[in-house]
């Protein structure tokens, strides 16, 4: 997917208009390949005019200090993983942040967005499998990486009769304040060739 930075465009208290258009200055509409081409201070390589926008657009605001990525790592010890949060700090000087995370069942996630989405008081608790949280890192300008490693042995394995799924909440906070917050969906499980030179197969969980 790409991304674009627009936040000198978009201010807090005006009203913009986002428009996401998708070119073919070449106007190829052909299964034989075309030629380069300049396009203005552009290099337009062979290509085919079949494309567009085929996904969803999505409108993102965060704090200067952001979660710009979650990646959930899984183990061989298999209600073990490992939780890479990659932090981007755009403000230009070290800053000092706490960093915490919250797993919970993706199907207790699930009923309390619904809840929230019905509106009025929701009295829905959603139990966490596993917390920690790491206190004043130094964030430095531009890309930070901050690691977890998640401890679960009750949690529920994923496989392909019981696809158990489960959130990786990760949030940045300034004290007690919570500045951002990002998810990730995973599943606990591990896959692993077994019998290689006899009977070799590959296996899941073991």
């Given at each position: 997917?790409?991304?674009?930075?627009i936040s000198d465009a978009?201010?807090?208290g005006e009203e913009i208009e986002l428009a996401v258009r998708v070119t073919d200055a070449g106007g190829n509409f052909d299964w034989r390949d075309s030629s380069p081409f300049q396009w203005g201070q552009y290099t337009i390589p062979m290509s085919h005019g079949f494309g567009?926008?085929?996904?969803?657009?999505?409108?993102i605001s965060c704090d200067p200090v952001y979660v710009d990525d979650i990646y959930v790592q899984n183990t061989p010890a298999i209600t073990d993983a490992?939780?890479?949060?990659?932090?981007?700090?755009?403000?230009?000087?070290?800053?000092?942040?706490?960093?915490?995370?919250?797993?919970?069942?993706?199907?207790?996630?699930?009923?309390?967005?619904?809840?929230l989405h019905q509106g009025g008081e929701v009295d829905f608790i959603t139990p966490i499998t596993f917390q920690s949280e790491q206190k004043d890192l130094q964030l430095e300008p531009g890309t930070n990486t901050v690691s977890f490693r998640i401890t679960a042995p009750n949690a529920k394995l994923w496989d392909l009769d019981h696809p158990n799924l489960y959130v990786a909440d990760v949030g940045v906070e300034d004290g007690t304040?919570?500045?951002?917050?990002?998810?990730?969906?995973?599943?606990f499980?591990?896959?692993?060739?077994?019998?290689?030179?006899?009977?070799?197969?590959?296996?899941?969980?073991g």
């Open positions: 997917p790409f991304e674009v930075d978009a201010r807090p567009g926008v085929t996904g969803r657009v999505r409108l490992n939780v890479i949060a990659t932090i981007r700090n755009t403000t230009g000087k070290s800053v000092s942040r706490n960093a915490r995370v919250l797993v919970m069942a993706k199907s207790d996630v699930d009923e309390l967005n619904r809840l304040n919570g500045m951002d917050r990002a998810q990730q969906v995973f599943g499980r591990w896959f692993a060739p077994d019998g290689i030179g006899t009977n070799a197969m590959f296996r899941l969980n």
